[in-house]
């Protein structure tokens, strides 16, 4: 604990000094950052010189230097100086003028003509910056142009390559559906057939048994009370009828098949159908079926 | 011949209505649609198979609606409550209450089959009775086999106010043939004697009805007996025995007219006429001078005379079979009656019918020559008995203690016979299975002999 007691005063102690420094520089900073500050009058001067000798800021160096248009005054013959004294002082004096005239005639031509130099040189430069630029900005419009068409290109290619995976994968999907589909109904055809067969079994097994007897003489007992004969229902007479029960074993639809008995036979064999309406349930669903073959046959 | 002068003919007029071929049957159409749906779409054979063979005998639940009238022209009349008491009374129909009914359509496409259906019928008559002129009337009726659902059958009959009973009757026929496939003998008429007071102040009469034992009238009134009526196979005439001359005659008289003649008065017993089923011909009783019966063929054009029999023993009561071939008579030639048959081409070859019962008399054949209805001895009882003439099963019908006189209703469903209870006498019938007895006609005095007619031609 007591270590880090001591620990902390030094850390804070340097803290302190850290602090104490950036103040101090913050403080030198701003001194340095105010001397500039005083300085645009100077700037404005400046700026009068920049106006007089126009210059070419951040402008790339002329590959070649400008060639003057005019060339060099010629220099002064000598036969033109030999005066007196003084009038050779006056002469020369004049000439010295005249020379100084001329040179500053010169000078100033040559700095009009530097000046138009500059000027050309600078329009050139310009004109060749623009076309440069322009050029530049016409090659990156190319460039952009050719690359947007490249995008598109590509867009279009991707979008292709996207739709032929999409329908590739699609396609494979629907085979894959397509034969799970096929599986599915093989196996549900296994399944009916089992089923069936299971059907088949437990219908053959109740077909045979004391069940479909029973379920039997159950509708046989119900048509025969529902079965008023009529005296024309002689030994002999025949009369077949298919009959249709629904589940719940209401007759639905009856039909004489044949029948050799009269009229009155006819109509009471099926009105004895309607009669028996419903019929009797079997004690096994397996055994229900919907149609039903009757035969009245009186044995007097 | 003669005329007798202390009897009293009378000679009603009978009023018969008259079918008419009208309102084709419907079901005609329904069997060749079913017939052609059987041929296009034969059912496939079914798993169940089922063999019905009994039935039963139920009566049939039908309903009778009353029919619309011809008011005034029908006088009244109600043609359904004739129809329903017929059908009632023969056993084989169960008509519905007219209490029960919810409406009285009188139209087949007026029927609500549900309805009907619902109060547990199978089949619903309809009918009305119109006015087509100043007299005459006709009844239309259809039967509907309310299970069905079909039409089956619709019929048209011309009558008149009088004959309104008999159109009824005839309804009753319609209706009774369609559904039970035997022609209804409703619209027949039988024939009794009825014997009223005691002596010596007794009448007695020979009455023609309808076969519900309505509209008697009476076509003989005598203070003799009368005996044994037999019916022309035509329907137009009777025979029978009149002792109105003290002695017993045969004979035969119209039923419409009166017009009688006397066809056998001979020495001796002349008795039990019986027309031979061509009509040209009795079959009857003589005892001839020697007192001994024995049964004899009249030829009624020539008054010819055959023997048939020729036995000691007491030979009567003849009957023929429908076939006109052979005759059942009662004879007691084996000591107590017995019933016989002959061979009209071979008299000699008699054959004896019924054993059984020490006392088996007045065979009747029913009109389908197969069965033999006769009076029969059972304990201390006379009873009406019917025997299969190809079995020789024997069953008795009747309960009573005296019954007698069977008569075959011509279309062979029904026996008519007389009875009596206590001193009343009554006419009754008996379906041929023995389920079904009513009792026609009770009256203070007696009432003997009824003889059911033929199908009117």
């Given at each position: 604990m007591s270590e880090r007691r001591s620990d902390r005063i030094v850390s804070i102690a340097l803290s302190i000094l850290v602090h104490a420094a950036i103040v101090g520089a913050l403080l030198w900073g701003w001194w340095q950052y105010r001397q500039?500050?005083?300085?645009p009058q100077n700037l404005a001067i400046e700026a009068t010189v920049v106006r007089d000798a126009p210059a070419v800021p951040a402008a790339p160096a002329p590959s070649a230097p400008p060639t003057p248009d005019n060339p060099p005054p010629p220099p002064p013959t000598p036969t033109q100086a030999a005066p007196d004294e003084q009038a050779l002082q006056q002469a020369r004096d004049q000439q010295a003028q005249a020379d100084q005239a001329a040179r500053e005639k010169l000078e100033q031509e040559h700095a009009a003509q530097e000046r138009a130099n500059q000027e050309r040189e600078a329009q050139e430069h310009a004109a060749q910056e623009r076309a440069a630029q322009e050029k530049q900005a016409a090659q990156e419009q190319a460039e952009r142009a050719a690359k947007a068409e490249a995008d598109r290109a590509a867009a279009a290619k991707a979008n292709a390559e996207r739709a032929a995976a999409a329908k590739a994968e699609a396609d494979r999907k629907a085979q894959l559906a397509q034969q799970r589909q096929l599986e599915q109904e093989r196996a549900q055809r296994e399944a009916d057939l089992r089923a069936q067969l299971a059907s088949e079994e437990h219908l053959n097994a109740v077909q045979s048994s004391p069940a479909k007897a029973e379920y039997l003489s159950l509708i046989t007992a119900r048509i025969n009370r529902a079965w008023i004969r009529p005296?024309?229902?002689?030994?002999?007479v025949k009369c077949s009828l298919h009959i249709t029960q629904i589940p719940g074993g209401e007759i639905t639809h009856v039909v004489?098949?044949?029948?050799?008995?009269d009229e009155a036979v006819r109509q009471s064999v099926e009105t004895a159908a309607y009669r028996a309406s419903p019929l009797p349930a079997p004690?096994?669903?397996?055994?229900?079926?919907p149609n039903i073959d009757v035969t009245f046959a009186p044995d007097e | 011949m003669n005329n007798p002068t202390n009897a009293r003919i009378a000679a009603p007029l009978p009023a018969r209505a008259s079918p008419v071929?009208?309102?084709?049957?419907l079901v005609l159409v329904l069997v060749v649609a079913t017939a052609l749906v059987g041929l296009l779409a034969p059912p496939a054979r079914a798993d169940l198979q089922v063999l019905i063979t009994k039935g039963v005998t139920d009566p049939i639940p039908i309903a009778i609606v009353p029919f619309a009238r011809a008011v005034p022209a029908d006088g009244g009349f109600d043609v359904a409550a004739v129809v329903q008491h017929d059908l009632e009374s023969s056993g084989r129909f169960r008509p519905m209450q007219r209490?029960?009914?919810l409406t009285t359509p009188s139209s087949a496409s007026d029927v609500q089959a549900a309805d009907w259906k619902a109060a547990g019928n199978d089949y619903v008559v309809v009918g009305r009775v119109t006015a087509v002129s100043a007299t005459e009337l006709d009844v239309d009726c259809d039967l509907i086999n309310i299970q069905t659902g079909t039409r089956v059958a619709s019929q048209k009959f011309i009558a008149n106010a009088a004959s309104l009973r008999n159109a009824a009757h005839l309804v009753s026929d319609f209706v009774y043939s369609k559904v039970l496939g035997v022609r209804g003998a409703f619209a027949t008429r039988i024939a009794y004697v009825a014997v009223e007071g005691k002596a010596p102040t007794r009448r007695f009469q020979l009455i023609v009805a309808d076969a519900d034992g309505e509209n008697p009238k009476v076509i003989l009134e005598s203070l003799q007996p009368i005996m044994s009526p037999a019916w022309s196979p035509d329907e137009q005439w009777l025979a029978y025995v009149s002792f109105e001359n003290r002695l017993s005659g045969v004979y035969v008289q119209k039923v419409h007219t009166g017009e009688r003649q006397l066809v056998s008065a001979r020495i001796g017993v002349n008795g039990a006429p019986a027309y031979s089923p061509d009509g040209m011909h009795l079959a009857l009783t003589l005892s001839g001078t020697n007192g001994n019966l024995d049964v004899w063929l009249l030829d009624l054009a020539t008054q010819g005379l055959t023997r048939l029999t020729d036995d000691p023993a007491v030979d009567t009561e003849p009957a023929w079979s429908p076939d006109g071939k052979s005759i059942y008579f009662t004879s007691d030639r084996a000591g107590g009656p017995q019933i016989y048959k002959l061979d009209i081409a071979q008299p000699k070859r008699i054959e004896r019918i019924t054993f059984g019962s020490a006392y088996n008399a007045r065979p009747r054949v029913s009109p389908d020559g197969k069965k033999l209805a006769f009076v029969t001895r059972e304990g201390g009882n006379y009873r009406i008995a019917i025997q299969d003439l190809a079995s020789g099963t024997v069953s008795v019908l009747s309960h009573g203690a005296l019954d007698e006189s069977p008569s075959f209703a011509p279309n062979g469903a029904e026996i008519i016979y007389a009875g009596r209870d206590g001193d009343v006498g009554t006419l009754q019938t008996v379906s041929v299975d023995g389920l079904v007895t009513q009792r026609l006609k009770s009256d203070q005095g007696e009432v003997r002999e009824p003889v059911w007619g033929p199908f009117p031609r």
């Open positions: 500039p500050t005083v300085t005296p024309s229902a002689r030994s002999g004489v098949a044949g029948c050799n008995g004690s096994d669903p397996a055994l229900f079926d | 071929r009208g309102g084709k049957p209490r029960d009914m």
